[in-house]
């Protein structure tokens, strides 16, 4: 019989030749999860395992009939890319309670596969590729790769982001203390400032049909953001507004995607960017919004509500934060042009505008807004 390890890797290996993201890194995170909550457990587990290993909401639907073909022999309806799939592939997986055998040796081999085909020159090219172009075979190595410059990235830029509060107050005692050399005469006055702090963070994202491509690695950044920034705030919109700042306050992205995959907000067709700012101005404004926010925007501005309407709420909001960024994938396109009406009437009010599309044009967003917050 072998152990919960080895059926965790079978299960990963089972998962990967249908379609989903289960490389190295999310079956390590696979076995961390089982040894968490144990195998005991039937629906637990599959929790767990559906939290690490779906990084989409097709994943997601498409899962419990996954785990339950893999738990009763692993007979899932083929589909057309799987037809020619070698007959071993698909004996690999039998019951998930009576697995024998073990996998160790073919875990192995895919872990040095891993590190062989993960060079240097590999990871530069994932950088500079648009999200929405990722391959199938690439979504893993990005992933990681995000994780680890986001992390570096978003620490750096919440210890440079702070709010200067240069004070022109007299502070007495330095200033005679400073007299003395002077014979007692206050030639030079020492002034009193406050100690610099910290600008607060708030984050719409929106993940309507046209950012689908792009949402989930944008999800990612925002939450890497919201860690080491002592105030932030993040919400997503569509057609209406959901604040996930206490699910984007675990460790573990699993929460996020578990409330985006269960929530109507999460996967609407259309956009209403207006509408959005709007509901978050009446609930939100007064509590998140001073004048030492950041308030930044991902989308890309395709907003089926008025153009007036949008540019009067960020005009609103303008007047209350420091600056508005607003970052958007489309700009990673050559040709592309600011001209719909959404995006035209928001430019007037928008500080920072920036392209969202890849991993380094968020990690370029560091001295852009360095650049252009401290001057």
Known sequence: MVDTEEKIVLF?????????????????????????????????????????????????DKFDDLFDAFGKGGVVRPRASDVHKRPQQREEASSFWVLSGSTQESFERTTDEHKTTTGASR????????????????????ERMAER?????????????????????VDLRRSIRRSIATGGDPVELRYKSKKPKQASLVIL????????????????????????????????FSTSLLDITAALRSQQLSDALQMLSRNPAGWSGGTKIGESLR?????????LLTRDTLFMILSDGWDTGEPAALASELRAIKQRVNKIVWLNPLLGLDDYQPITRGMAASLPYVDVFAAAHSLESLLKLEKTLTRSLLR
């Open 12 to 60: 990963c290996r089972f998962a990967r030749d249908h379609g989903f993201t289960a490389g190295v890194t999310e079956t390590l995170d696979s076995i961390e999860a089982a040894r968490t909550v144990g195998v005991d457990n039937e629906a637990i587990l599959r929790l767990a395992l559906r939290s690490e290993l779906c990084s989409s909401k097709d994943e997601w």
């Open 123 to 142: 990871q530069e090219r994932l950088r500079r590729t648009d999200f929405s172009q990722v391959s199938h075979g690439d979504q893993a190595e990005l």
């Open 149 to 169: 410059f986001f992390k570096q990235a978003s620490f750096r830029l919440s210890r440079t982001l702070r709010v200067d509060q240069s004070g022109d107050r």
């Open 205 to 236: 994202l929106d993940v309507s049909g046209s950012m689908s491509l792009y949402s989930f690695f944008l999800l990612r950044f925002a939450h890497a953001l919201q860690k080491h920034f002592r105030k932030a705030a993040t919400f997503i």
């Open 279 to 287: 509901e978050f101005k009446l609930r939100h404004s007064r509590r």
